[in-house]
């Protein structure tokens, strides 16, 4: 019996061993071991094993993942698969100048995750995608928001670290739409049919270049708003009415309105601040509207289930960093009620007849009825409270008289 074993030469791309046996009664047996890198008898590549894998997975699960194959063009192996009934397709982390056309044919698909690509544009042929609730275009190259991405039914669009300069006006057919990113780009406005997103509660336009925030934002849901990293100089005083907002981020920002040393302190000191200025600025609005809430037993109408109570309001007005409103701290308009209501008392005592008006005479000559004064209003703002504060004593010194 003879053995024989063949060296493939060196520059093949693999290495061949060939043990034979010969001679003799016995039968001749050959194997082949080899490593050819998916060149020759070794079979296909592993590259290529897993792409079809993953092809057959999709065919499977309705889910393509694709993810990170650097891929330049959609694999045309997957004429091979049927995928028509894919419903999340990952083509994220690839070198894809343009959306394949392949995928706008998935009209059962519901995410689609087309995170850093090469992307400048994007196909009329999405609009076949009716059933896209999920579209991630962030880290692309996108100068503008394409018109056609507002005619699909998302919810969540997020279009981060792109080259938008702005928004199209269409933006407010999306009316289903919760969560918008368009962080980190160069958008210097926002439109104003952004007020038609009447489900969004999450919006992030972060590190642009906004110079002011649309006043149509405060008809809207939402529960988190960050505007950092922009140039904004003022938040408008209609935002008192984000009376469902948790979290809004504004740092990096040049703003005067509120003041910095407000803004530092939180959400809840910010919404102090936006109620004062309405009541300042629209005299004419409603008394309910006037009052500058939140503020001690107004906080739980703005923030119910909040346990807030009595605890120190903590608010700085813009003139003084030593003053303070606080439930804690008793007020000089309760400190004095006690001698008021004394002064009132004795005064109709000693008024002879009642003089036919049952209460104080006030310096027009007439008489107020007693429990028609208002003592307490912890809603009231500092100029109606001290306005409130010499009404009272006036009247008092009158009576006296």
């Known amino acids: 019996m003879a053995a024989s074993v063949l060296l493939g030469s060196a520059d093949n791309t693999g290495l061949s061993f060939t043990v034979g046996g010969g001679g003799g009664g016995g039968g001749a047996g050959n194997v082949l071991i080899g490593n050819n890198n998916g060149l020759g008898p070794a079979g296909p590549a592993p590259w290529n094993r897993s792409l079809d894998r993953a092809l057959d997975e999709a065919s499977a699960t309705g889910c393509l993942n694709l993810s990170g194959r650097k891929l330049k063009e959609f694999p045309r192996s997957a004429a091979n698969h049927d995928l028509t009934d894919t419903t999340r397709a990952d083509l994220s982390r690839n070198r ?65 670290n792109n080259k938008l300069v702005s928004l199209p006006e269409e933006l407010g057919q999306l009316r289903h739409l919760t969560e918008l990113d368009v962080s980190c780009n160069e958008i210097q406005t926002l439109p104003s049919q952004v007020g038609q997103l009447e489900a969004l509660r999450d919006l992030n336009i972060r590190r642009n270049h906004l110079v002011r925030l649309p006043p149509e934002l405060a008809e809207l849901p939402l529960v988190r708003l960050d505007f950092s990293c922009n140039k904004v100089t003022s938040i408008p005083v209609c935002y008192r009415r984000l009376t469902q907002l948790q979290t809004i981020v504004l740092d990096n920002n040049p703003l005067q309105t509120p003041p910095a040393q407000i803004c530092i302190k939180g959400k809840v000191h910010i919404f102090k601040y936006l109620n004062l200025e309405a009541s300042k600025t629209t005299p004419d609005l409603p008394e309910y509207d006037r009052r500058p809430l939140p503020f001690n037993s107004c906080v739980d109408e703005l923030y119910p289930g909040r346990p807030y109570g009595a605890l120190d309001s903590g608010f700085n007005s813009v003139d003084s960093g030593d003053k303070r409103w606080s439930g804690n701290e008793p007020s000089e308009e309760l400190s004095e009620l006690p001698q008021r209501v004394a002064e009132i008392s004795r005064d109709q005592r000693q008024r002879p007849g009642g003089g036919g008006g049952g209460g104080p005479l006030l310096a027009n000559g007439s008489y107020v009825e007693l429990e028609q004064i208002d003592f307490i209003d912890s809603c009231v703002g500092e100029e109606e409270e001290e306005e409130g504060r010499s009404r009272g004593r006036g009247g008092g010194e009158t009576a006296a008289a």
């Not at 962030?138 to 998302?154: G, K």
């Open 96 to 160: 894809l100048s343009e959306l394949p056309l392949e995928v706008c044919l998935f009209v059962s698909l519901e995410s689609l995750n087309l995170y850093q690509n090469c992307l400048r544009s994007l196909p009329d042929s999405l609009l076949n995608l009716q059933a896209l609730t999920y579209l991630n275009l962030s880290r692309n190259q996108l100068p503008v928001l394409p018109v056609v991405v507002c005619s699909l039914p998302l919810k969540v669009l997020i279009a981060c």
